[in-house]
Nanobody, 122 residues
Framework: QVQLVESGGGLVQAGDSLTLSCAAS????????MGWFRQAAGKEREFVAV????????YYADSVKGRFTISRDLAKNAVLLQMSSLKPEDTAVYYC???????????????WGQGTQVTVSS
């Protein structure tokens, strides 16, 4: 089992930056890919970004490309999502996930965190 705990969410204004963190514990010896998904109110959960166990490659949703950066801190068993130039449409609950492939669909991930709320005001 792998436990994932997200942190760093909050209320920001459009144009601001925010960094989310996901701490992994448990059986973290596996070479998991780590992903971020988000779910806005009334919408389905959608892919945001994924990073391989080694740190490269990384893939991003078109909607966040150039604004968000995913990275890993192997020493801390953590994955970060640095978000800049935030827009109101980025408002969502952000979820961290772990899986075996660099996928963009929920079914490819095995472990999930509980999520952290990000709200971007206009």
């Amino acid at each position: 089992q792998v436990q994932l705990v997200e942190s760093g969410g909050g209320l920001v204004q459009a144009g601001d930056s925010l960094t989310l963190s996901c701490a992994a514990s448990g059986r973290t010896s596996g070479n998991f890919a780590m992903g971020w998904f988000r779910q806005a109110a009334g919408k389905e959960r959608e892919f945001v970004a994924v990073i391989s166990w080694s740190g490269t490659p990384q893939y991003y949703a078109d909607s966040v490309k150039g604004r968000f950066t995913i990275s890993r801190d192997l020493a801390k068993n953590a994955v970060l999502l640095q978000m800049s130039s935030l827009k109101p449409e980025d408002t969502a609950v952000y979820y961290c996930s772990a899986g075996w492939s660099l996928g963009a669909t929920e079914g490819e991930y095995i472990y999930w965190g509980q999520g952290t709320q990000v709200t971007v005001s206009s």
